[in-house]
């Protein structure tokens, strides 16, 4: 872009020459604007998981194994009927083993922790790249499933802008216990979908 232009208007507008200052303040906004291309994806504001985001999760998780008496009993993975031990909105960890029961308030609770930590791990693996609610929403059900956001190379697509592409990857983290589930394929359509969604 030719600057000297640019300039002299700004110096005719204002009827006086520009100070080094001035001109310096100029030349970086320029700079910024430059890197901007017509129609930009807006970073997501908060950086937080929406409402839309919540729901994703919470059709895919399910809040299973509901006893008669409405607490909530631990199962085992459903790919190897092994650890790890699974409750509520899909909690597992340490704290969590074949007795465990739990109440509705106690699945809600984790789930919304568990949410934020997994929002967390996404934010720092991508940074400050443009990302809209969709995507960010998306990446974190995906964490919130595989635990991979870290090392997936859908992850690197994102951070260079490379969408389409990133969108496509989601399709590749549908195996459980080395064999295709059709649940997790389900799953990963609706990511991509609201991947793409621009919302």
């Not at 399709?171 to 295709?180: H, N, Q, S």
Request: proline letters at 6%.
């Amino acid at each position: 872009m030719q600057r000297k232009p640019l300039f002299d208007l700004v110096r005719r507008l204002l009827g006086r020459g520009l100070s080094q200052s001035e001109v310096t303040a100029i030349d970086h906004a320029i700079d910024a604007m430059e890197g901007l291309s017509e129609d930009p994806v807006p970073p997501v504001p908060s950086l937080r998981v929406s409402a839309a985001g919540i729901q994703l999760i919470k059709r895919f998780e399910g809040c299973a194994s509901k006893r008669p008496d409405g607490l909530f009993a631990a199962y085992p993975d459903p790919a190897t009927g092994r650890e790890p031990w699974t409750i509520g909105w899909g909690a597992t960890g340490s704290d969590i083993g074949p007795d465990t029961i739990w109440t509705q308030a106690q699945c809600d609770a984790r789930l919304e922790t568990d949410v934020e930590r997994h929002a967390r791990d996404v934010r720092k693996a991508i940074g400050d790249r443009p990302t809209t609610q969709g995507q960010f929403d998306a990446l974190v059900s995906f964490h919130y499933n595989t635990g991979a956001i870290g090392r997936a190379t859908l992850t690197r697509l994102h951070c260079t802008g490379r969408f389409d592409a990133a969108a496509e990857e989601f399709l590749r983290w549908t195996r459980g216990g080395e064999r295709v589930l059709k649940g997790l394929v389900t799953r990963r359509r609706a990511e991509a979908l609201l991947y793409r969604s621009g919302r």
